[in-house]
């Protein structure tokens, strides 16, 4: 990982904590039929994630290939999660979003950083799809999350609005340090240590949402 730190374990942990309790509470609330169960898969696989994490701040493992695994399935897990609940609220499709400006813009947003990571810089392949992938699925996570609070319920029981801003705080903390990465800025460890403790603020309105989804 980058190298032992108590606090950044410690930030983890809290992190691993609420996705633990987020997953019980979805797990065992789940009374409506046809209803996913990928928002219980996201928050069980970032439970899997903050562990990866926990263990790595505390010099138990420092594997770039197990890291990136986890980072990729809790980025498709939560895009995932966040494209089904918008098919629950608006009946225009992704695609057809993605077919307009807006998705010719998001695209180029991707492909040029990216594009310009992985064929002019000097990285070892796992790093480089390890940044390159989070980079992506971040900014996917955050356009599909927008397009949700966009069509979210204005009636105040619905849970939408506090999980597109928990959903989209974790990712955009996620995407600026991959941006600074992409760009050649060194990003230190206490970057990497600070994910736990946003997650842990964002805890509030993530729960709030998932609960009365």
Known sequence: MIYTNEIGAFGYAVALTVYALLTILLLSGWRRPGKSRLPALATGISLVWAGVWTAGFLDITRSYALVTVVEWARGFAWLAATVVILREVTETSLVQRLRSWYGIFAILLAAVPVGYFVFFVDHPRTTVAWFAGGYVLSLLIILVA??????????????????????AGVFLFDL??????????????????????????????????????
């Open 176 to 213: 600026v340090v991959y941006a600074l990465v992409i760009a050649g800025v060194s990003v230190g460890s206490e970057y990497w240590a600070s994910r736990g403790f946003v997650i842990a603020m964002l805890a509030v309105p993530l729960v709030l949402g998932t609960r009365r989804r």
């Open 146 to 167: 927008e397009q949700l609070y966009r069509n979210a319920s204005a009636d105040s029981s619905s849970g939408d609005t506090y999980l597109c801003i928990a959903v």
